[in-house]
């Protein structure tokens, strides 16, 4: 298999798990609808640093640490539900505000939103997981530098989860001026935060493995 074969290889591999519904698209969706297109890119910009972030780390090894220590694997994956849960709480309290501003564009905040896509994908262990069963199968030897290939292969991973990401957000977004937030603030507020509920559920569920 030749390089352009392999990273092409790869990047259909990539494509397949990310348009394959989990929590960052859910998030993505609800927020969007929710907050708009503004505080949706501002996640979208989060989760694709968190991503790179464990692209670097796996490049030098320390998601195969991450994968293999069932301790540093586990506080992970419950530090991301709890945090997920922390979140709805907020949502649902009302402590923060999600009435979009008059252009339609979110709250006008969107660091919240990109500190939170960041922090939601460096404690999703799956993140680490992927870049040690997946990336390294299309990983050649006879290609030459390891880290080098690692970190073009997460590049490539990241650029196409974003354009998967902002693509749900501009759909989300675009919905949002079909309902009158303003005048269903709690109502939208309580529904982000079940999302959010549900979200971490489905979080601890598939990060789960097998004794």
């Not at 999600?98 to 939170?116: E, L, M, S, T, V």
């Amino acid at each position: 298999m030749s390089d352009l074969d392999a990273l092409l290889a790869f990047a259909l591999t990539s494509l397949v798990i990310e348009i394959t519904p989990g929590p960052n698209m859910t998030y993505l969706a609800a927020l969007s609808l929710s907050r708009g297109m503004r505080t949706g890119f501002a996640a979208v910009a989060g989760i694709a640093l968190g991503l790179m972030t464990y692209g670097v780390i796996a490049a030098f090894g320390l998601a195969a640490a991450i994968d293999h220590s069932p301790l540093l694997y586990g506080l992970l994956r419950w530090s991301g539900v709890a945090y997920l849960l922390w979140l709805a709480w907020e949502a649902w309290s009302g402590r923060e505000d999600i009435a979009p501003d008059k252009a339609g564009d979110g709250d006008g905040r969107p660091w919240p939103a990109f500190r939170r896509g960041l922090i939601t994908n460096l404690l999703n262990p799956k993140a680490a997981v992927f870049y040690v069963a997946v990336l390294p199968e299309f990983v050649r030897a006879e290609a030459g530098s390891v880290v080098r290939q690692t970190l073009i292969l997460s590049i490539v991973y990241v650029i196409i989860a974003t354009l998967i990401h902002t693509t749900i957000v501009t759909l989300a977004g675009s919905l949002q001026s079909t309902i009158d937030v303003a005048n269903n603030r709690k109502t939208v507020r309580r529904i982000f935060a079940l999302a959010l509920v549900a979200i971490a559920l489905w979080f601890a569920f598939t990060t789960g493995r097998p004794n």
